[in-house]
């Protein structure tokens, strides 16, 4: 349970821009460590454009890093997918947020599942059919959908047969970036449900990336919050709920919306939300939160904080929280 | 209703055979083929041109004709019960003559597209995925060049360096196709290789062989296809003007180009000599763009239910 399979060292992800002449860089990743253990449910939560799905982007290897170390099974992975060898990319699979594009209309689902199944050798020839029905068995879906194209089933049914398709290979670790965020609410929680029983059974690791942190209360077992290309704070889910530290965390959490007394008063205090996420070409001097900080001091604007661990593998990026 | 709902759940639940799926599918095509009345009618008339070409010894009125032949007797007649579309001016059938040049123009179609079409989609492929390339460079730069020349001139030229006849005049029209289907090509593969299936593909670690081939190339063939058949009538155009000047099929043997260059000399009074072969050509190409919509409806995807 304590080994770590996925470690991710001073990660930095950079897309160059050109502006007048001159070349600026986007800084969607800009330096960040984050470990992830054997069978975790990581959430990775984080607001529009704070990076949390080039994190998820590198990692598979669809950018190249401009800088850092990604460490998975004790082996430095930071290249571009194409040089990657064939056993990295069966251990290693995504879910895409939108089943619609990243499923071939052409296709029907029997050959979107036939591609992993025949690159990494897992069935013979023979044994195809069987090893189709028995993964859309998995994933709740009947055997003659084989013969379905993705357009002729349901958004949900769609992210069933990505979800397959990713659990083909018998990967260890897969990364789903936002998986239930394009579809209906009601088949969420199915979708959700089903992906906390396949990681119980199959013995997964996930990186859960999400805008929705109430999602990540249920189901992840540790919580990390990213705000422009840095990640803010790192604890387990109950210490992060209960003892929200950084004030990013706090204003994030205080503006769920509720719909009880009760709920409301399990909520940290009012923090008002202020301002947007600055674009991270112009990233801010000193701490990046610090325009919309409530807590703001002198030195925020100045330097730059450091992880540091504030309670037992509870780490926050914050001088105001440092100092308490 | 019970009963009734339960039954058509089982058969459902049973994963169809092959057959099943092979006439399910063909039922929906032609559903959404012939949605189109316009459709059929240019099935039918390309239908008929392909029937006539391939019977035309059979089928026409005077089969000696359409070769060496002359017969100053009946040289010169208007349209009569004997000769339906008149004869020429040494006396041979025009409506034989018509319905055997079918097979020079039919077989320069094909021909014409059967090797400009893989050459063209095989390079557009690759420039595509590999955008930003040298080979991307490479190859749409010569294909710019291509596209850059007037390609009826190109044509011309070509035909007119080599020796005038069929087969010349092919590969001329041949040179100056395939660049279009390489620009077509280029734009969808390198806006698909993009899309997260394609994406997708490469993080299974699949083949660049099966990205090209299996997932970008199945996208692109409707349009391509939609193309092909637009283009037997505009490779047919491009033929009778070639033979117009005399770059094509060379007499005796009959050429839609051929036929309407030598009639126009005997224009306004032997009318019939320019204007039937000239109809015939308006029919075919009609017929081919007809048939081109139609496919175009039948392999429409995604909200117009391409299953």
Request: net charge positive; hydrophobic share 45%; proline share 6%.
């Amino acid at each position: 349970m304590s080994e770590a399979i996925l470690d991710i060292k001073g990660l930095k992800t950079y897309f160059p821009v050109k502006k007048k002449g001159e070349t600026l860089f986007v800084k969607a990743v800009d330096g960040v460590d984050l470990t992830i253990k054997k069978g975790e449910v990581m959430g990775l939560v984080g607001e529009s454009g704070s990076g949390k799905s080039t994190i998820a982007y590198t990692v598979m290897g669809m950018y190249q890093p401009t800088a850092g170390e990604i460490i998975f099974q004790g082996q430095n992975i930071a290249t571009a997918s194409s040089k990657r060898p064939l056993s990295l990319k069966k251990d290693l699979q995504i879910v895409f947020q939108d089943p619609g594009s990243s499923l071939n209309g052409q296709q029907n689902i029997r050959q979107i599942l036939e591609l992993p199944l025949r690159v990494h050798k897992i069935v013979s020839k023979s044994e195809m059919e069987k090893k189709i029905v028995e993964l859309l068995k998995t994933v709740e879906l009947p055997a003659y959908y084989m013969y379905k194209t993705p357009w002729a089933v349901g958004g949900g049914e769609r992210q069933m047969v990505s979800i397959a398709r990713a659990l083909a290979s018998n990967p260890k670790f897969i990364i789903l970036d936002e998986p239930t965020s394009a579809l209906d609410v009601s088949i969420q929680a199915k979708i959700i449900n089903m992906l906390m029983k396949l990681q119980h059974e199959q013995e997964l690791t996930y990186l859960f990336i999400t805008h929705d942190l109430s999602l990540m209360r249920n189901i992840a077992t540790r919580v990390a919050i990213m705000y422009l290309g840095k990640v803010c704070e790192i604890a387990d889910t109950g210490e992060f709920f209960k003892n929200p530290l950084h004030p990013y965390t706090q204003m994030l959490l205080s503006s769920i919306p509720v719909i009880s007394e009760e709920e409301e008063r399990l909520k940290p205090a009012k923090v008002v939300s202020t301002g947007e996420i600055p674009s991270p070409v112009n990233v801010p001097p000193g701490c990046s939160f610090h325009l919309r900080c409530p807590q703001r001091m002198d030195i925020c604007s100045k330097m730059d904080p450091v992880m540091q661990e504030a309670a037992p593998g509870h780490y926050v990026r914050c001088h105001a929280c440092q100092k308490a | 209703m019970m009963e009734a709902n339960l039954k058509t759940n089982t058969n459902e639940l049973s994963v169809p055979s092959a057959s099943a799926r092979f006439r399910e599918s063909f039922r929906k095509n032609w559903y959404k083929f012939s949605r189109n009345k316009l459709s059929i009618i240019g099935l039918i008339v390309v239908l008929a041109v392909i029937i006539l070409a391939i019977l035309a010894p059979y089928v026409t009125p005077y089969p000696k004709h359409a070769g060496k032949f002359v017969d100053y007797d009946n040289a010169n007649l208007a349209p009569c019960a004997q000769y339906l579309l008149g004869t020429d001016i040494i006396g041979r059938d025009i409506l034989t003559r018509i319905i055997f040049s079918f097979r020079g123009a039919l077989l320069m179609a094909v021909v014409v597209l059967a090797i400009s079409v893989p050459i063209g989609v095989f390079l557009g492929l690759i420039a595509g995925y590999f955008k930003g390339s040298l080979i991307d460079t490479i190859i749409m730069r010569i294909t710019d060049i291509f596209l850059a020349v007037p390609p009826l001139l190109l044509a011309l030229a070509i035909a007119a360096v080599l020796e005038p006849n069929l087969t010349n005049s092919m590969i001329a029209v041949t040179v100056m196709w395939w660049p279009w289907y390489t620009r077509m090509v280029y734009g969808m593969a390198s806006s698909y290789r993009n899309e997260y299936f394609v994406i997708g593909a490469d993080l299974i670690g699949a083949s660049r062989f099966h990205i090209l081939f299996r997932e970008i190339l199945p996208n692109c063939l409707s349009p391509i296809f939609t193309k092909m058949a637009l283009d037997v009538g505009w490779v047919i155009l491009i033929g009778a003007s070639l033979s117009f000047v005399g770059l094509g099929e060379q007499p005796p043997t009959p050429a839609l180009g051929q036929m309407v260059s030598d009639g126009s000399r005997y224009m306004p009074d032997s009318w019939w000599m320019t204007i039937f072969p000239a109809l015939a050509i308006i029919v075919i190409i009609l017929g081919f763009n007809l048939l081109g919509d139609g496919i175009r409806d039948m392999l429409a995807k995604g909200e117009k239910g391409n299953e």
